[in-house]
C-alpha cells in the first residue's frame, strides 16, 4: 500500500550527526510543536511540558554537561559517546525536551508525543534522534544547575528529549528489516 503518512513512518531514523549552522527555523518549530501537543494522552490529560530549546550556547553546555556526568555515572556509556564523536546531543540545532509530572510519570503519553515530533520532523524534510541518555545530567551533581537553565519547574523532571535538524553529508541511519517473530496473530 502507498500512503504518503506510512513513507515517512518507515523513513525515519535516528540520526546522530546534524549541520550545527543549518537552524531549524520558525515554522519548523512550530509544526514540529503543533504534532507534538496532537497526541494522544490518557482521559486527555496532556501530562507533558515542552520546553524548545534552540540557544546555541546553552545546548553546547548541555552536551558538555552530560557527557561529562557519563564519565562518573555511566561509564560505559561514556566510553561509548567519547568513541562516536563525544557528543550526546549530536551538534542538533533544536532540541525539544518532553518534561514530565515526577509523581505520575506518565512515560507512555511522553512516549506517543515524542514520536509524533520525531515523525513530524521527518515530514518536512528534518531528520531527528530521540534523546533518553541527556536525563542522566539530573543524577549528577550538576542536576540542580541544569533544572535552572533549562527551566525545569518544581514538580517536573527530564522524561525525554529530540534532537531535531538537518542531517550532515553522509549521516544514514541504521539499515532496517521488520522483526516479525515479534507479532502473533490470532485468527
Ligand atoms: C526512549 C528512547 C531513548 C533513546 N535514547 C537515545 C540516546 O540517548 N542516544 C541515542 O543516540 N539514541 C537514543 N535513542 C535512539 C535509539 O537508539 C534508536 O531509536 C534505535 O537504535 C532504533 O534506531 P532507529 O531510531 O533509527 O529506528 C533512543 C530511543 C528511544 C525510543
Redesign the pocket.
Known amino acids: 500500500m502507498t500512503n504518503q503518512t506510512l513513507d515517512v513512518i518507515q523513513a525515519?531514523?535516528?540520526i546522530?550527526a546534524y549541520k550545527a549552522d543549518k537552524p531549524v527555523n520558525a515554522e519548523q518549530i512550530s509544526t514540529l510543536v503543533d504534532a507534538a501537543l496532537a497526541a494522544p494522552s490518557a482521559n486527555n490529560k496532556q501530562p507533558w511540558l515542552l520546553n524548545v530549546v534552540t540557544n546555541a550556547e546553552l545546548l553546547a553546555g548541555f552536551d558538555k554537561a552530560v557527557v561529562e556526568t557519563l564519565k562518573t555515572l555511566a561509564p560505559e556509556a561514556y566510553d561509548r559517546i567519547v568513541s562516536r564523536g563525544g557528543t550526546?546531543l549530536y551538534h542538533a540545532p533544536l532540541l525539544i525536551l518532553v518534561l514530565i509530572p515526577s509523581d505520575s510519570k506518565p512515560y507512555m503519553d511522553a512516549?506517543i508525543l515524542t514520536e509524533n515530533i520525531a515523525i513530524a520532523a521527518k515530514a518536512i524534510g528534518l531528520d531527528s534522534?530521540?534523546?533518553?541518555?541527556?536525563g542522566m545530567v539530573f543524577q549528577g551533581d550538576k542536576a540542580g544547575e541544569w533544572r535552572e537553565k533549562l527551566r525545569i519547574p518544581e514538580g517536573y523532571e527530564y522524561g525525554?528529549s529530540v534532537a531535531a535538524g538537518t542531517a550532515e553529508d553522509g549521516a544514514a541511519?541504521?539499515s532496517?528489516s521488520p522483526d516479525y517473530s515479534k507479532v502473533t496473530y490470532l485468527d
Open positions: 525515519r531514523r535516528s546522530r550526546v512516549g534522534v530521540i534523546l533518553g541518555l541527556p525525554v541511519g541504521r532496517y
